[in-house]
């Protein structure tokens, strides 16, 4: 394809062009400048640094990979052209944007971003600037290609954990400054590696030098241990090393919310949120195989018993206290799942999506309507829910709530393990493959599909219920369409009907978005990238239901239209 | 590895013993102070919506904020002020996001937020627990600084804004008494504050003596307002009300003019509209109509909107900002009055001290008017803590074909109570 | 499938029976209480239903892209909002520089079709784009996957415009010439929401013609019939695909400058979704894959919110009936969908892909 004599331009320009159109991109819409004042070392690397020459550096990347059997002169210079190639549309930006007045319609093209762009040295100059460090950047990521396998995967690890925790320093600085930390100086300690968010240059050489030498050691350990170990039965020794490290797991979990702060707890507080959801979505959509876009609907159901049920304020029916409005809120939970799940029966996929939807929607309106609004509170929403309380002690902070969620959690994660392997579970499963053939066989459809949908109900009411408990005051606002996109993407993105699964989904998409608060805006823009880019990568997951991956190859094999829906 | 934890453990060893050197000082304080070490910064909170539809709320209140630490050299006590700006959004559970964030910093000494009134609702209880004085700027709602069991305020808490009970009295009074209205409509979108607004116009309406026609609400995200345009007709009321936020106020100006039956009746729109792009947007029709919101004037206002154009650049974009000014200004004042100093520059700051100080506050010569925190009485069983507002920084402004057609901004006030 | 229903679970039937029934009731009640109060008067009748047209066409327009997507594809293209969105937003832009000229005022049919034209290359452009980057890889994969992949493409291309052009309202310069009334039946209508609907009907009539005249569209018919067979008769699906998602972008974009003509305001990045969702609603009511389902689908939704609150609710007792209009939306689709589960208009390819 490519001649043999010279390199082939096309491909150089191709990926150039790429690495331009990304580092255009996260220019004009602004995160460069956004960013610009963020340091992740010391003040000399800033995240708009990486966003800038991320591009040219991935380019040159590229265009070495394409051109492996060439000499290696030549392999840094086509990651040179491709750099510099990659630098192109910015260039135009830059002198499109001093001839003309952009500013009316594209908002993020400002002076402070040119200012930034041209490191401050003019129009032609900074252009020529630009370009210039574009394509030893594209070098640098062709040079990078061409180093040996080990050396480059330290420096891998190096820089990205480098860089992660200077990305990341915000919660770093948190942990170190949670409560039993502190105590043995913690927050000094944090105060020397952070500055302002930017990690201390002396500290990150050392992070650097550390990571890259243990990785280093690592890598030609495992090649050392490869070459003389067999592989050996599991002996009494690893049975008890398992077992010293479920103690292990089992510890941290209980310990964690003391480890990581307050904040922290409170994020973990709502990945768990998350997973209770997660679990029973799963049961709908993961084993029954019935897409359900209005998921919220149940949680807003069990929020609002909650609030009903205990509430304090003149709304408050009972007052009864939190443990025994939580069955209460699993019950309500079962009935409104069955209830809207007897119109949807006879409807399959699609139809089944936009209905439930559509249910989610009412429920919210009428949460928030005028006419329901002497029960339940209308635009007023439930205030004075009392939190969850023990002979007197109350759960009034994120730490604690976090035990709660994670006994209702396992209580899920148990009772999907449960109904997976029941005759229920194998119902489900035969519906969710083809409806006539399941019916065929004997299998209740009417029955199985209820029951799907009130058990799925529950847990998410269940979670609304603790959800209102921790919140103390609900507003018809909260539910919306986004956490049912959440709880689906969740169960997706982690490995549609496995359990660790939703743990994994419900961490990366709940747990790291509230990690990088500080991107603001930036957030939605980021979780919409990683969902597309999931998809793409890994279809089935990162942690894929053993059964569901091997569906996934048959279809794969077949070419054919999948019945994941339907 | 080993050599990294050697130099760790070191640093943490390091920094024990120098922790253990100061602490001569005895705190007393109820709820505990904060010790802030010489060269360390003193640490100022802020929560407020930084995105969302609400946005431009939070990027008035951070200027009026910044402008007044910038007023002060970034300096307390010879200590630098440093601001932490958490995205409450304008829900409950962002608002509680952003307390348990802000309150798990143990640095911070006093808080400026939130912007919405439900996320302040959800926030109020982990703000108030954990010792931090919060001022907010343009939280609303009557219930937050109301005490009883229907209403949520908790130590703490105070703002420097208006409530609710305020702002709809002085639309009731102007359209009442001013424009001789008797009929009124009016419209909220479901969100707590417009609710709670058109209530408490419509209720100070009929005591005054006029009908209210129609109470009625469209959902955020409907863009047809021609249904209950139509419902409002029907009565054909005087004026019609609306303390509703962009997009659907422009909707309802613009459409309104195709409804037959509406050609007479007034619009009064509320602060939420009070935004500069909101003439252009709404297009001829809103022309000759009002708006009720935060009125601020005289040379120290212009002098602090010279500062907004040199610092920040532009006008701001609503009408808050100067509230933010007022209630960091009383926030600092007040760490200033409870600070104790050591001799080698170690400040501390009671945190009970800190809030009995900003309660204390009267005769507060603010940009929007003389401020006093102190309890009030707005009627029986309406007893308020920490409402400092008086009610005086409030006006109705007209919108004239100068707003609409030529981006002026502000429009010229019509009426102050 | 229904019989088999019908044997043994007769509760079940009877439920949904009266599940109809009740609502059926009530919805008459409803318009029989409206009907007798005459609290409005023709004119404001009028200017509903011609609202409601309007409206409803621009659901239409937008349905188109979600039908002919599913048809082809079987995917709900979730980011089809956002593509309407992207050449609304981007034109409101042009149509300012256009009005400042005078340009637009002055020649307002060339003004507006070169908007069209514009918003339309957008729109179809993002579409393409789209797929290309993010569908055409997942192309056999489980039904799931291209949907979570929309929903995340519908949250980038959000907050990408978002970036690129800010998140303040903007909204359309008034077109003059389009705000002038008319009399349509001895009642006044603006010209604007007679163009919008006319000109709707004759883009989706145009739409309607290529797919089952052309042999492009013949192509497109085949490929959503069966996928194999069309490649083994040498047609070239992605080439379908691709024009079929360029086709949805085109209409969609179009719909964006009819909306901005109707309803100048609201203009952001956020435009999209709520107008995304009801438009896959009316797609769904009408058959979903069907053409003239789509087209019935939109128009009849758009009528049915702008009449069903003063309509139906009202006459029910219930207070601030205009906040349930979207409640009222959905309620009626979940009843169309209970009685007729293909849609009003039956989906082109019914159980196959089951």
Known sequence: MNNQIGPNWRTIVRFGLIGGVVALYLSVIGMVEAFSARNLIGTFITLAQILIFGGPFVAGYLTAREFKDKPRTTIILCGLAAGAMASIFQVMLILIAHAVDLRF????????????????????????????????????????????????????????????????????????????????????????????????????????????????????????????????????????????????????????????????????????????????????????????????????????????????????????????????????????GFVLGVPVLRMRGDYLAIVTLGFGEIIRILALSDWLAPFIGGAQGILHIPYPSIAGFQFKTPEWMYYLVIIGSLLAGFLTIRLRESRLGRQWMAMREDEDVAEAMGINLVQTKLLAFAIGAAFSALAGGIFAARLGTIFPHTFNLLWSINALSLIIVGGMGSIPGVMVGALILVGLPELLREFQEYRLLMYGILLVVMMLVKPEGFVPAARRQQELRAHAKESAVGTAAD | ???????????????????????????????????????????????????????????????????????????????????????????????????????????????????????????????????????????????????????????????????????????????????????????????????????????????????????????????????????????????????????????????????????????????????????????????????????????????????????????????FHAFAYDATNILLDAIEEVAVVDSDGTVHIGRQALRDAVTATTGFDGLTGVLDCGQKVFGEGLTANGDCATGEALGVFKITAAEVLEDNWPPPVEYTP | MLRRYLERFNWLDFILLMFRVVILVAIAIGIFNSVRAAKYTDNQWATLVFAGLAQGSIYALIAMGYTLVYGILLMINFAHGEIYMAGALTVVFIAHIFNDSGFLNAQPLLAILIMIVIAAAVSTILNVVVERLAYKPLRGAPRLVPLITAIGASFALQYTFRGLYGAQYRAYPEVKALRELVTVFGYKVPLVQLVVPASALVLMLGLYFFVERTKMGKAMRSVSEDKDVARLMGINIDRVIVITFALGGALAGAAGVFNGLFRPQGINFYMGFFPGLKAFTAAVLGGIGNIAGAMVGGVFLGLLESLGPNLILEGLGIPSVNQLKDALSFTMLVLILIFRPQGIFGERLAEKKA
């Open chain 1, 105 to 336: 319609m594209f908002v993020s093209i400002s002076p402070g971003l040119m200012e930034i762009l041209t490191f401050g040295q003019g129009q032609y100059l900074g252009s020529l600037i630009l370009a210039a460090l574009s394509a030893v950047m594209g070098a640098i990521g062709a040079g990078y290609f061409l180093l040996p396998g080990t050396i480059s995967r330290t420096l891998t690890s190096a820089v990205v954990v480098t860089l992660g925790v200077g990305l990341f320093s915000e919660n770093v600085n948190q942990i170190l400054s949670s409560n039993w930390l502190s105590l043995i100086g913690g927050r000094s300690v944090a105060r020397l590696l952070i500055q302002q968010k930017s990690l201390n240059p002396i500290v990150a050489l050392v992070l650097f030098l550390a990571v890259g030498g243990l990785t280093y050691w690592r890598a030609t350990r495992a090649k050392a241990q490869v070459e003389s170990d067999d592989e050996s039965p599991a002996t009494g020794r690893q049975k008890r090393f398992r077992t010293v490290m479920l103690i292990i797991a089992i510890g941290a979990l209980l310990g964690l919310p003391w480890i990581v702060g307050r904040f922290l707890s409170q994020v973990l507080f709502m990945v768990g949120l998350y997973i209770m959801m997660g679990l029973g979505l799963n049961i709908v959509v993961g084993y029954a195989g019935l897409l359900d876009l209005g998921y919220v609907a149940f949680f807003a159901f069990g929020a609002y018993t909650m609030g009903v049920i205990t509430s304090a304020s003149p709304l408050g029916l009972t007052n009864l206290n939190f443990w025994i409005a939580l069955p209460i809120c699993a019950i309500v939970g079962v009935l409104t």
């Open chain 2, 1 to 319: 590895m080993k050599r990294l934890f050697a130099v760790l453990s070191l640093l943490m060893v390091a920094s024990v013993a120098l922790g253990a050197c100061a602490a001569p000082f005895d705190c007393d304080d109820a709820i505990g102070c904060v010790d802030i070490a010489p060269g360390d910064p003193i640490h100022i909170g802020a929560m407020l919506t930084i995105s969302g539809a609400t946005a431009f709320l939070g990027e008035d209140s951070r200027g009026g904020v910044e402008i007044a630490i910038a007023d002060r050299d970034t300096e307390l006590l010879d200590h630098p002020i440093q601001l932490t700006v958490e995205d409450s959004l304008c829900s409950a559970e962002g608002g509680q996001t952003a307390a348990t964030k802000i309150t798990a910093d143990p640095t911070i000494v006093g808080v400026i937020g939130t912007n919405c009134s439900s996320a302040m609702t959800a926030a109020m209880s982990t703000m108030s627990a954990s010792g931090v004085t919060t001022l907010s700027p343009t939280n609303t709602a009557p219930a937050l600084t109301l005490i009883g069991e229907e209403y949520t305020w908790e130590p703490g808490y105070f703002r420097v804004c208006h409530t609710d009970l305020f702002q709809g009295a002085v639309a009731a009074e102007f359209a009442y008494n001013e424009l001789g209205a008797r009929t009124l409509a009016t419209i909220h979108d479901g969100s707590p504050y417009a609710d709670q607004l058109q209530e408490v116009m419509a209720a100070r309406f009929a005591e005054l003596g006029g009908t209210v026609t129609f109470q009625g609400a469209v959902n955020v995200g409907d863009t047809d307002m021609r249904t209950i345009l139509t419902t409002v007709a029907a009565d054909t009321p005087d004026v019609l009300y609306f303390p509703i936020f962009e997009p659907e106020g422009p909707f309802i100006v613009a459409q309104s003019s195709e409804i037959s039956g509406l050609e007479d009746t007034i619009l009064i729109g509320a602060d939420g509209l009070l935004v500069a792009g909101f003439p252009e947007n709404s297009g001829e029709n809103a022309i000759g109509m009002y708006l009720s919101g935060p009125y601020v004037s005289g040379a120290s206002y212009d002098e602090f909107l010279t500062k907004w154009d040199d610092q920040i650049g532009g006008v701001p974009p609503s009408g």
